[in-house]
DNA sequence: CCCCCCCC
């Protein structure tokens, strides 16, 4: 058996050329300590020559404890940066990132070919030529950056030249670096004033392929780089002061954070950088939100299917005036969850054309049993990102995505009523639930057998608490009797009247606008958008969320229409069923019935 | 040097 190393891989790389997925044999390793963390430096070689400046990415330290990656293993290395470490002198470092085995040590067994050790000074200039290679760097980084004036460094080339260092290996002992890094989020410029002092700042979170973090901008330097900092650009920043960060601030993944000095430099990386990686998201699907408990963070993707207004509220604990809108997002999961925005970004946040909105960082609350996702000061929020996963929710919501039925993980439960146990209609009827003088409330598993068509959506009052039927004045005017007023404008409203079946029987309700979303899976305004301008798919969603299951919530009271006793029932709640609950209570029941353990 | 992240 014979392997092929990419011979002139190691002289090509260490030179500044670049070298795709280059095959080379481990021919020993050692531990060397970083930071207080185990870092393995590797000795490799392509056959021709060897390099001893190999570090590897801690994540892949297990490959070489578990004595995967032994001496003599060759391996294809699927991804590489360079970065720079000062001794005595400027000395390249090759960090491997991502690795594939091709054969295990045990079975290469020996040596391959004959290298020698590879040194700085043996670049040649042929393989500068020959190669894709950027320009030799400089070797002291940091000589040109004092002839840059107010830190802004409007020419990159300067520093583009130069090496840079990854951000994982940022730490406050050692101050001469420059990054390359990718801006993921930027902060509005937020004022403080306490006893220490007052001030204005801003925070951005820096990325790069080996890790993040977080930079801040005080008092002068918040004025000074606000502007030129943008997300989702790329700069060369050297000259930060490192700190220790708070970890009870952060959920970036860094021990460090920066805070921008007088001294430091900030220059717009104007070439492509597809090196430098834009914000990693971890994806998960609306309907796996269901399972997880309160203050998970997660990312979600979804289309916006539909957004509240404004609306201003005080905090009950600070006093503060808070303004928040609240975004319904779906996927293809066939989950609708709720977001809700705060501030400066619920104000400019426009859901009106169903945006794909991707979301990193927001924390999972529970509210009386109904679940919603909140955005933190960290969250990140991108309306029409350029990620597949934004292309792909597109062409799904817009290829009929958007009918889907969807379960939605914020749907309003019942105050109080979450635990109650279920009933049937023979039950409600045995113990003449909604014949006393109070109304009666019970909750049941039950099938949607009917909806009535009929004036299931209206136009109401657009004023925030009145939901009264406006009256079409034909003129394009619309009049509220109970506001005494004339609009040209209105919100739709759904009254859906229905039926609902058990096994034991069945009960004419009527359901207000929450729960009746909820029942026919789409928002007021679509449904009333439907029923104005398209009839037959009106009809069609009418009649399709027929014989959906789902636990509902009811009130009950006997009430009398024309000397005629007819049972009121109101939906208060309808939810998606919870399987996993359903079962437990079936469970429960089989073993009241039977007295059998199961 | 901030560090609040909210409400029903």
Redesign the pocket.
């Known amino acids: 058996m014979s392997y092929s190393l990419s011979e002139g891989a190691v002289e090509i790389i260490m030179s500044g050329g670049e070298y795709d997925g280059p095959v080379i044999q481990v021919l020993g390793h050692k531990k060397i300590q970083s930071r207080g963390e185990d870092r393995i430096r590797l000795i490799v070689s392509d056959g021709k020559h060897s390099h001893s400046l190999a570090l590897l990415n801690s994540q892949l330290n297990n490959k070489v404890f578990s004595g995967e990656l032994s001496n003599y293993s060759v391996i294809k290395v699927d991804k590489y940066f360079i970065s720079s470490v000062q001794k005595k002198e400027e000395k390249r470092v090759m960090v491997i990132l991502n690795l594939t085995i091709i054969a295990p040590g045990a079975e290469v067994g020996k040596k391959l070919g004959d290298p020698i050790q590879w040194s700085e000074d043996m670049t040649s200039p042929s393989y500068a030529s020959t190669t894709k290679a950027e320009p030799k760097p400089v070797p002291t980084p940091m000589s040109n950056l004092s002839k840059t004036t107010a830190g802004i460094n409007l020419n990159s080339s300067v520093l583009s030249s130069q090496m840079t260092h990854p951000i994982a290996s940022l730490s406050p002992y050692q101050n001469k670096w420059v990054i390359k890094a990718r801006v993921m989020n930027k902060?509005a410029i937020?004022t403080?004033s306490?006893a220490?002092?007052e001030?204005k700042?801003f925070?951005m979170d820096l990325c790069d392929e080996s890790g993040e973090i977080?930079a801040?901008a005080?008092?002068n330097?918040c004025d000074k780089f606000y502007d030129m900092i943008q997300i989702d650009k790329v700069y060369y920043i050297s000259r930060c002061?490192l700190?220790t960060?708070?970890k009870?601030?952060?959920t970036l993944k860094n021990d460090y954070?920066m805070?921008?000095?007088a001294d430091t430099v900030v220059s717009e990386c104007m070439e492509e950088s597809n090196s430098v990686p834009s914000i990693k998201y971890d994806f998960m699907p609306i309907s796996d939100i269901a399972d997880k408990g309160p203050d998970t963070i997660l990312d979600v993707i979804g289309v916006c299917k539909s957004a509240s207004d404004i609306?201003e509220?005080?905090?009950?604990?600070?006093g503060?005036l808070?303004k928040?809108r609240?975004a319904t997002l779906v996927d293809s999961s066939g989950g609708a969850i709720t977001l809700?925005l705060?501030?400066a970004e619920a104000e400019k946040f426009d859901g009106s054309s169903n945006p794909v909105v991707a979301v990193k960082g927001a924390?999972l609350?529970e509210?009386?049993g109904?679940k919603?996702l909140?955005?933190?000061?960290?969250?990140i929020v991108r309306v029409q990102p350029d990620v597949e996963e934004a292309h792909r929710l597109r062409g799904w919501y817009d290829n009929g995505g958007d009918s889907m039925a969807m379960v939605h993980i914020s749907a309003r439960v019942g105050q109080g009523g979450g635990n109650a146990e279920w009933m049937t209609f023979a039950e409600a009827e045995e113990r003449r639930l909604g014949t006393g003088d109070k109304a009666d409330y019970f909750s049941l598993l039950g099938v949607l057998t009917f909806t009535f068509a009929d004036n299931a959506v209206y136009k109401a009052c657009p004023q925030e608490q009145c939901n009264k039927k406006l009256v079409d004045q034909q003129n394009g005017l619309y009049r509220c009797e109970k506001c005494n007023r004339e609009y040209p404008n209105y919100k739709y409203r759904l009254l859906l009247g229905a039926t609902v079946s058990d096994p034991t029987g069945d009960q004419r309700v009527t359901a207000f606008n929450e729960s009746a979303e909820v029942m026919l899976g789409r928002s007021a305004e679509e449904v009333g958008r439907l029923s104005d301008y398209d009839k037959a798919e009106y009809g069609q969603l009418l009649d399709h969320v027929k014989f959906k299951t789902f636990v509902f919530k009811f009130r009950t009271k006997i009430e009398t229409y024309s000397d005629e006793a007819k049972l009121k029932t109101v939906v208060m709640s309808a939810q998606p069923v919870d399987y996993r609950d359903a079962n437990a209570r079936l469970v429960k029941s089989i073993k009241a019935l039977s007295g059998v353990e199961v």
Do not use: H, I, V
């Open positions: 902060t937020r403080w306490n220490k002092g001030g700042l925070s977080r801040t005080f008092k330097e002061q700190k960060a708070n009870q601030y952060t954070e805070t921008f000095t609306q509220l005080t905090a009950k604990s600070t503060k808070l928040k609240e809700t705060w501030g924390r609350a509210f009386n109904s919603s909140s955005c933190l000061a960290s969250t």
